[in-house]
Every structure is written in C-alpha cells, then in structure tokens.
C-alpha cells in the first residue's frame, strides 16, 4: 500500500512538473510572438508607405501604378462608363505634377504620362473638356516612356500558348534539391529566371520585388548561419537568393501582411521558373526571430525597408538524386465547395 500511495505521489509530481514546463512553454511562445509583431509593426511604422511623402520617387511610384493599374484596367474593358476613370485620371496628372518639380523622373513617372494620354484618347473620352484640360497639362513634360503600357489585345490563341499538353508532367517533377552538382549557376540563367517570374501577379501591380543574389562563399556562408534549416547541405549551395518586399509599397492597414502575400507568390513563380529552366531550387524558410533578422541585416547589405520573404538555394542537379517523398495531404482535406451559411 505505502508503495503505491508513493507510487501516486511520483506520478502527481510528475503531472505537476510537466503543466508547469507547459505553462511556461506556452508562455514564451505568446510572449515571443508578440515580440515579433511589435517587431514587424516597428517597420510597418518606419518604412511602410502610409506616410505618403511624394516627393520621395519611391513612394510616389508604387502610388503611380497603384493609381494607372486602374486605368489600364478601365483601358481594358470591352465596356467602361463614361465617368469611369476621371477622379483617378487627374491623381495621376497631380502625381507627374510633382515629379517634374522635384526634378526626379523615374519609370513609372513615363509609364503614367504614357497611360494618362491614352486614357483621354479613348473614342468617349477625346472630346471631353477634361480631356482638354488634361491634355494642355501633359504638354508640359518633356518625357516620354520607351516601353509599350495601358493594354493590348489579347486573342484565344495567343492565350492557348501558355498550355501544356501534360501539365503533370512539370509540376509534378519539381522537388526540393538539397544536393547539387559544384557547378556555379551563371548570371544569364539567373537573370532569365528571373525576368520569368517577374510575370507573378502583386497587389494592384506594384511588383515590390527586390531580389538579392549571390555565388561568393563567404556572403552565402553569412546568410545562411542565420537560416536553421540548411545545416547539413548549406556549405554546397551554388547559388543563394534572398527574395525580400518594398514595405514603402504598401500604405494601408488592411495591406499590413500584403508584403508577405506578393513576395510568397513570387517566390513560388521563382522556383518554377528554374525549374522550367532545368536548375534545382530548395526553398529556405525565414520565419525567423526578431533578432536573427537584424543579425542578417548586419551582416549583409539588405535594404531597410525591403522585408525578408524567404532564401532560395539554386544549382545544377546531379545526374542522380535523391529526394524526400512528402507525402502530400488527401485532396478532401484541402479542398470544398464554398455555399452561403
């Protein structure tokens, strides 16, 4: 008897230790989370585009195509109303306005004169007084954009081209490579991959892409001592990209996590890209702490305002390998018909 009133003591103690280790458990993991969303609200703060300063050309940019996305889009419909457009017409005109008194004139600066002129050639719009107006105002600046923008006509077969006749056949062959050939990955299949998936579709077409890439041993070697999950195959990454997003496009709260969203598409597109390219990709994840992510930001010339999306280890395959088989989940898991409540 005293052994098993002794026994239930043990076991009491036990269930005691192992709430209060969860206790505590549960505890730091609220606390550090709230670390880190204080952390991304800080630069959400400080870098975000919410303060909407104008004369920064960066800025005043992303506002641009947020602004002639509109209108490309109003160009594009087959019917639009007469009063469609108007209001965003003349932000754009006050946009340009500034950029040639600060004397900064970027892209975007002559892709919005660009779409502006056409917008007020439409057949309903060319005779309006706003058009006039808008027109006299457009005199004014003396550059022009080189590149084709507004829209395009786009029939069923040109559509058609992007078809694969076995689609399975490319998504399904690509896998995380953790092994490659010691064969550095040159500049123009980088860039050519890259140029590819600049295609991915962002958030009223701002793309606030910035890509960092890198073959030199030592830069690789400094990235990815703040990256967990490469330790044992880290040192024979060929090539490293670190793929990050332009917090100062974004100027909303309801776009605090946009950044997140358009970097994780393009990412994806990135790996595909590559792939379609015949070069391995194993996505590197970086949800990481606060601190690791100013550590990385010392150690490496990253960009402020630019947030870390993810790391991206690239080379050849090896004329073998070998692959984890995840498993992937049953498609009923994932998927249902959305109906009203």
């Given at each position: ?113 660009q779409i502006l002129e056409k917008f007020i050639e439409l057949p309903e ?162 949800g990481q702490s606060p601190k690791n992510d100013k550590l990385l930001r ?44």
């Amino acid at each position: 008897m005293n052994t098993d009133k002794q026994m239930n003591s043990l076991w009491e103690l036990i269930r005691d230790y192992m709430r209060s280790i969860n206790f505590i458990r549960h505890t730091y993991k609220i606390l550090t989370s709230f670390v880190g969303f204080m952390y991304d609200y800080k630069r959400f703060l400080a870098y975000g585009g919410w303060p909407e300063n104008m004369k920064d050309m960066e800025r005043r940019n992303y506002q641009q195509i947020y602004i002639y996305h509109r209108l490309e889009k109003s160009l594009s419909l087959k019917e639009r109303g007469l009063n469609h457009g108007w209001n965003d017409a003349y932000k754009l005109l006050n946009l340009l306005n500034i950029a040639r008194q600060s004397g900064s004139i970027g892209y975007h600066d002559k892709a919005s004169k660009q779409i502006l002129e056409k917008f007020i050639e439409l057949p309903e719009n060319i005779n309006s007084e706003q058009s006039q107006q808008i027109k006299k105002e457009l005199e004014k600046f003396d550059f022009n954009s080189s590149d084709i923008h507004g829209a395009m006509e786009y029939g069923l077969n040109d559509f058609e081209k992007g078809k694969l006749d076995q689609p399975e056949d490319f998504f399904l062959t690509r896998y995380s490579l953790r092994e490659f050939q010691d064969k550095i990955v040159g500049d123009e299949m980088i860039n050519r991959a890259v140029r590819l998936a600049m295609k991915t579709p962002s958030v009223c077409n701002r793309q606030a892409w910035h890509i960092y890439h890198t073959c030199d041993k030592e830069v690789k070697s400094r990235v990815l001592s703040y990256q967990n999950g490469n330790r044992p195959f880290g040192k024979n990454i060929p090539n490293l990209i670190v793929v990050t997003t332009d917090l100062k496009a974004f100027f909303s709260a309801p776009e605090r996590y946009q950044h997140w969203i358009d970097g994780g598409l393009l990412s994806m597109s990135l790996m595909y890209s590559f792939h379609s390219l015949g070069i391995a990709t194993c996505a590197l994840n970086w949800g990481q702490s606060p601190k690791n992510d100013k550590l990385l930001r010392k150690a490496v010339n990253i960009k402020s305002d630019h947030t870390i999306i993810m790391i991206l280890a690239i080379g050849y395959p090896d004329e073998n390998n070998k692959v984890c088989l995840s498993a992937r989940r049953p498609f009923e898991e994932i998927y249902s018909t959305l109906e009203k409540r």
